[in-house]
């Protein structure tokens, strides 16, 4: 089968790989659709953790095409999305939802198994959920991406009429913009340099996208409902942008990191014991949570599809991968097998 997979440092290519074939508990997906994500770009360009010709991808869905033995509960032909690891099940991380901190998760498309860059990927039937009729498979593929800004707003201590600061509006931006707002935010300002975004974040129902660098997002937020965001979600993950969200959360407020620095960072406690702010850092997501995804996609509660800017296939991954240093008007690039 045909497959993006990562060459070397900041190189990909499409090549043929052997077809994975389901082992035990295991279904092999048809692959419909797989997002691209910023953790694919960053691993790519740092090259860590990854072998040459590692298959890529991990926010996606498809149609089973193969059962392995013991499975149950799914049939060849049901669409699905999967959580985009493997863990063990049993452990008390396992026990209570929060796999990701299992000692033996092993996860797809980023080193330690195949990801869905390709047109079949193999995944354990544990990791399954259905996908209903009325959800495309485009929007299946969001259910990661939005289950991360979903895992950050559940982190927080939102509540209705609360005002709220988003910064950055990258999908992880937009999809914790979009639960902001399911959740009852009264208003939600989004906090972004690049001015392609501006449109979209507004689509996704931003209160007001502002330049950081011209204007207070924390004096937006109080243009509305009268005080400074009693929430702010860092979602940029750059050195400094911790210490900027600390100095606009009110009193008593919040701040959600869910950025992922990648260098060491520097805040001033005392800006922190004067608002006695709380700081709370959110990694992934749970299994409740993307079957709560699933739901509010189905529902009506959320629509996320205008987060999808471009449809390509996977021939035009590794030219993507190379557009996507510079973003400009883009957000979620979704690669699409014809199915
Ligand atoms: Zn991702
Ligand atoms: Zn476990």
Same mark, same amino acid.
């Given at each position: 089968m045909k497959a993006a997979v990562f060459k070397k440092r900041d190189e990909m290519a499409v090549i043929d790989v052997p077809d994975p074939v389901a082992g035990v508990g295991e279904v092999v997906l048809k692959v419909h659709n797989c997002g691209i994500c910023g953790s694919?770009?960053?691993?790519?360009?740092y090259g860590i953790g990854m072998p040459p010709d590692t298959v890529m991808g991990h926010e996606f869905c498809g149609e089973i095409h193969s059962l392995g033995t013991d499975v149950n509960g799914y049939r060849i032909g049901d669409r699905?999305?999967?959580l985009p690891y493997i863990a063990c099940g049993v452990c008390t991380w396992c026990m209570r939802d929060d796999a990701m901190h299992c000692a033996k998760l092993?996860?797809?498309g980023l080193g330690q198994l195949p990801g869905a860059y390709a047109e079949f990927?193999?995944?354990s039937s544990a990791s399954l959920l259905k996908l209903p009729a009325n959800v495309s498979s485009r929007a299946g593929a969001l259910v990661e991406p939005l289950s991360v800004g979903l895992h950050g707003v559940n982190h927080s201590s939102i509540e209705p009429g609360m005002g709220v600061v988003v910064m950055g509006a990258g999908p992880i931006g937009l999809s914790t913009l979009i639960w902001a707002k399911a959740?009852?935010? $009264?208003a939600v300002v989004v906090s972004e340099l690049a001015p392609g975004r501006t449109e979209l974040a507004m689509r996704l129902g931003a209160s007001a996208v502002v330049n950081p660098t011209k204007e207070d997002p924390a004096e937006a937020v109080r243009a509305i409902t009268g005080r400074p965001p009693e929430v702010v979600f860092e979602c940029i993950g750059v050195k400094s942008?911790?210490?900027a969200a600390i100095g606009m959360v009110a009193r008593h407020g919040q701040v959600v990191v869910i950025g992922v620095c990648m260098e060491s960072d520097s805040i001033y406690p005392l800006s922190c014991v004067m608002k006695e702010v709380q700081i709370n850092f959110a990694l992934a997501y749970t299994r409740g949570e993307f079957q709560e995804t699933i739901d509010a996609l $189905?529902?009506?509660?959320?629509?996320?599809?205008?987060m999808i800017t471009d449809v390509i296939n996977v021939e035009e991954v590794p030219a993507m991968f190379v557009e996507l240093k510079r973003p400009g008007t883009r957000a979620k690039v979704m690669v699409e097998f014809p199915h």
């Open positions: 694919d770009l960053h691993a790519v360009q699905v999305t999967s092993r996860s797809l990927v193999a995944c959740k009852g935010a $009264s942008t911790l210490g $189905s529902n009506g509660t959320i629509d996320a599809t205008p």
